[in-house]
């Protein structure tokens, strides 16, 4: 079972942040509490934004099916297990794609800069 990626974002200035350790506090911005952000929860196509992998020997490539245009985008690719969160940070233009250790049970996740947060398990 991988560790949990929390993202919470304020619903006014949508600013965008991630949550280390939750201690029972809201986290804050613009004078009101930041919402979490669920994956796999926006109505927007499933098959453009869910990541999708490759298994290659010891390495898994990540990829997102999404169009990489300059106002929407993926922005990051993570992949979270039980103790460790890598991020691959993209830009306009790039393909939306990342390469990390394959470790069976993490959690892959993807965010579209106008339609949220994505995740698919590893198998």
């Known amino acids: 079972m991988s560790k949990k990626l929390v ?3 304020c619903k006014k200035c949508m600013a965008t942040v991630r949550v280390i350790q939750e201690k029972g506090c809201e986290v804050m911005c613009c004078g009101e509490a930041m919402t979490e952000l669920v994956p796999n ?3 927007a196509a499933f098959e453009k934004h869910v990541p999708t992998y490759e298994i290659k020997g010891d390495k ?3 990829t997102v099916n999404h ?3 300059e106002d929407h985008y993926i922005e ?3 992949m979270c297990t039980p103790n ?3 991020t691959v940070y993209l ?3 790039e393909v939306a794609q990342a390469e990390f250790d394959y470790v069976k049970g993490a959690t892959l996740y993807a965010y579209c800069n106008k339609h949220s947060l994505w995740s698919k ?3």
């Open 91 to 93: 830009n306009p233009g």
């Open 67 to 69: 169009v990489m245009e």
């Open 7 to 9: 993202i919470k974002q």
């Open 60 to 62: 898994i490539l990540v």
């Open 76 to 78: 990051w690719i993570s």
């Open 84 to 86: 460790q969160e890598h």
């Open 121 to 123: 398990e590893v198998e």
């Open 41 to 43: 929860s926006v109505d």
